[in-house]
């Protein structure tokens, strides 16, 4: 599972295969609107994803609303809000499997929430990289069309079983691609995305590249996007928590 995330570093730059980088987001290449730092990024909302566009390659920026919404909806409606989709089963399930085989795309973060209910304490713990730098989450991506046939596009992020750090929260963890991975999930492998092979390259990243620590209860509302919800949670919350469960 992931719910909600943060994007606080503005990301730099996305190699790609050939001596040149995309910038991200300021180059001219791409279409990417004013950065905004993001504390409590939420399903719904508007957030940036980084893809390969099929008609030209162009690696670009965009924003699109968290919350697939398949192509083939004739409603723009769904009966659950599809803002994640289980990498074990991405490729066959209905809802997703289009998406998968044509339309992925990479969310970028530095850091996501999950809960733990604790007590009486529905208590938001904050998952992060060892060296809190940006990294990018495994996504796919929609477009869909209404009668008049305007479009809106729409993603979910690909979730894997926890590593055994995160465990101690959740059960489930975004797929976190770096370096070479990245590329390989934008540009389509069919060595890999195609076979079983795919089953590694979307597999949880090594506990010991990654940290967590309780954070303040006022990321719980989702209309919280500010700098205190990455803050210590209040003393008389803190003390009612035991950090190794």
């Not at 566009?53 to 599809?82: A, H, Q």
């Not at 970028?108 to 940006?134: H, I, T």
């Not at 079983?161 to 963890?173: G, I, P, S």
């Not at 700098?227 to 009612?240: N, R, W, Y």
């Amino acid at each position: 599972m992931c719910g909600r995330y943060t994007l606080i570093k503005q990301p730099i730059s996305i190699g790609l295969k050939s001596p040149k980088t995309i910038e991200l987001p300021d180059n001219a290449d791409t279409e990417n609107p004013a950065f905004k730092p993001r504390y409590n990024a939420a399903p719904t909302q508007g957030n940036l994803v980084v893809r390969k566009r099929p008609e030209d390659e162009r690696v670009l920026m965009s924003t699109m609303r968290w919350g697939l919404l398949p192509s083939w909806s004739r409603t723009g409606k769904t009966s659950s809000l599809l803002i994640n989709a289980r990498s074990e089963t991405v490729a066959e399930k209905p809802s997703f499997k289009a998406a998968y085989q044509r339309r992925r795309c990479l969310v970028p973060a530095d850091g996501y929430y999950e809960w733990k209910r604790y007590r009486s304490v529905n208590q938001p713990y904050y998952l992060q990289l060892e060296d809190e730098s940006v990294f990018f989450m495994a996504g796919i991506w929609e477009t869909w069309y209404d009668s008049a046939g305007v479009s809106s596009e729409s993603f979910a992020i690909l979730t894997t079983q926890a590593n055994t750090l995160t465990a101690k929260v959740h059960d489930r963890m975004p797929v976190i691609l770096e370096g070479d991975d990245t590329l390989i999930w934008l540009e389509g492998n069919s060595d890999i995305i195609q076979t079983e092979k795919r089953f590694e390259l979307l597999g949880p990243i090594d506990s010991g590249r990654m940290k967590y620590r309780a954070v303040n209860p006022i990321v719980n509302n989702n209309q919280n996007d500010v700098p205190d919800c990455i803050l210590e949670p209040p003393v008389e919350a803190s003390t009612q928590l035991d950090m190794d469960f």
